[in-house]
């Protein structure tokens, strides 16, 4: 997988707008959040984009991946979670 943030992921040109790019909603200003929960933990990093100017092409990614990463040292954020089978009231 290509690393580089200056590429077009769809039509192969170096024609990613610079700049922080984001994604919002019009009536807040919140950034987009990437949540990852499992095991009762919760992680969050920004999600951030790049636009093509040739083509239009968007893509996502995250700059702190491995901030998504759950290890025995994070609090469940419910402090009563517990494993339980999944049900089908869950989706
Ligand atoms: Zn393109």
């Known amino acids: 997988m290509s690393n580089d943030r200056d ?5 192969g040109e170096k024609s990613i707008i610079k700049g ?21 933990v919760e992680k969050s990093v920004p999600l951030q984009t790049s636009v093509c100017c040739q083509c239009g092409f968007v893509d996502f990614y995250v700059q702190d991946p491995i901030h998504l ?5 994070d609090k469940p954020i419910n402090p009563d979670f517990q494993q339980r089978p999944l049900l089908d009231a869950d989706f």
């Open 7 to 11: 590429t077009c992921g769809k039509c």
């Open 20 to 40: 922080d790019i984001g994604l919002r909603t019009s009536r807040d200003k919140e950034l987009i959040m990437v949540v990852r929960q499992d095991h009762g």
């Open 69 to 73: 990463k759950i290890s025995t040292e």
